[in-house]
């Protein structure tokens, strides 16, 4: 969804550590080792455990670009978000912290606002040593959701999904949907229960695409400081856009594209049709209560 221009954003929800030195002497590399292994065991990841399978003996500068010569501080308005990527996460942030804490309260359920942090090449977290090969992920740990800009170009030139904004902001809001597991007591099944289709990694990961869906649906009515709303109407080629990214984040899509094959009892994030219909699932109710990927036989 584009940013209504207008409204104003609050870079403060977000470190920016791109350039400023956080990610030298990390130790990256060996092991699995970068690109499509990785992201098949970590993309859009929460075990605290996969980061310090990561390190090695190899150590990786940090970048320096910041997307700005101000980096996150720079992204002020919803015109900015619709300009910048960096800003458009920081938007996205914005309207996520303004959801789901009144959601939460219907529940009687308190939302601790949890960090976000924006990083190039690597980066040091509570759940290890990361860096850009892990994607997109949040940190139980530190309570913190992590995201290198760079993946969002692989997000379309590796993995085939659409490059609109809705696809990105998925992206931050499944993270998010992961931070709301951990407030609600369910992100330890993954770890319990770490792979297969039915699995529990399987069922915490479809969970958070719904999460995902659910904000998206009460999305346009989250309003900045002002009262201002944060995000235009939705449209059309919006939701189509979500529908790529989840479609293209499958495991089964992925596995297939790197090994020409599917091997449904590795699978740790759940097949493109179950990404795409739990998203889905999250949008058309607005329910949290339609989420329940744990109460279904077949998720």
């Known amino acids: 969804m584009s940013f209504n221009d ?6 403060s929800q977000v470190e920016d550590r791109r350039g400023s030195g956080m ?7 060996g092991g699995i080792g970068g690109g499509i292994v990785v992201l098949l065991l970590a993309l859009f990841g929460i075990n605290p455990n996969i980061l310090g399978d990561l390190t090695g003996s190899g150590t990786q500068p ?28 920081t ?15 219907d529940y009687n359920v308190q939302y601790p606002r949890p960090k976000t942090v924006i990083f190039s090449a690597a980066t040091n977290t509570g759940c290890g040593a990361a860096t850009s090969a892990v994607g997109p992920f949040y940190c139980p740990a530190d309570t913190t959701a992590y995201f290198d ?14 490059g609109g904004p809705l696809a990105q902001e998925y992206v931050v809001a499944h993270e998010f949907g992961h931070h709301v597991q ?15 289709p039915q699995s529990g990694a399987v069922r ?19 309003t900045d400081a002002s009262g201002r709303p944060f995000l235009d109407p939705l449209t059309e080629q919006d939701l189509q856009d979500a529908l790529s990214a989840a479609s293209a984040v499958g495991d089964d899509r992925i596995q297939e594209a790197a090994t020409g094959r599917v091997s449904p009892e590795s699978w740790t994030h759940g097949s493109s049709e179950q990404r795409q219909k739990w998203f889905y699932q999250g949008y058309t109710t607005g329910d949290i209560n339609k989420c329940d990927t744990f109460g279904v036989p077949t998720p």
Not at 62 to 89: F, M, N
Request: glycine letters at 14%; proline letters at 5%.
């Open 91 to 105: 938007g996205t942030v914005n309207s996520l912290n303004a959801f789901w804490p009144d959601y939460l309260a």
């Open 23 to 29: 990610g030298r002497g990390t130790k990256i590399g």
């Open 149 to 162: 800009p760079g993946f969002f170009d692989e997000l379309v030139t590796r993995f085939g999904s659409s």
């Open 62 to 89: 940090p970048a320096v670009e910041s997307g700005g010569a101000g980096g996150v501080q720079e992204c002020q308005t919803g015109a900015d978000a619709d300009k910048r990527l960096d800003c458009r996460i």
């Open 204 to 222: 915490v990961e479809l969970q958070a695409d719904c999460y995902a869906g659910l904000w998206v649906r009460h999305a346009t009515t989250q």
């Open 182 to 196: 951990n407030v609600l007591g369910n992100l330890d099944q993954a770890q319990q229960d770490p792979q297969g």
């Open 6 to 11: 207008g409204a104003q954003l609050d870079p």
